[in-house]
């Protein structure tokens, strides 16, 4: 049974930053595509980041040039390095890995207060 561990968010004021972490731990899970969802209040869950284990990255538009998706596959733990936010970054933010099946975390709320 594979798991998934979000850590990293809070509350923070606009323009600043924060780095999400999210490891993956049971068996020998590979992660042929690790990355990151989110919901705000109100509104279904949206797509923010993904990333292969080749390293190939995908943005959302609402995020391209702001966020920034890696990973380490010897730890299986993939990153969300998030700059410039905006208040209507507010989420909470899940990730999601694609092994044998898609496997989801509990989320990890970001606040970001204008």
């Known amino acids: 049974q594979v798991q998934l561990v979000e850590s990293g968010g809070g509350l923070v004021q606009a323009g600043g930053s924060l780095r999400l972490s999210c490891a993956a731990s049971g068996s020998t899970f590979s992660g042929n595509v690790m990355g990151w969802y989110r919901q705000a209040p109100g509104k279904q869950r949206e797509f923010v980041a993904t990333?292969?284990?080749?390293?190939?990255?995908n943005y959302a538009t609402s995020v391209q040039g702001r966020f920034t998706v890696s990973r380490d596959n010897a730890k299986s733990t993939v990153y969300l390095q998030m700059s410039s936010l905006k208040p209507e970054d507010t989420a909470v933010y899940y990730c999601?890995?694609?092994?044998?099946?898609?496997?989801w975390g509990q989320g990890t709320q970001v606040t970001v207060a204008s």
């Open positions: 990333i292969m284990i080749s390293g190939r990255t």
């Open positions: 999601w890995a694609l092994g044998a099946e898609g496997y």
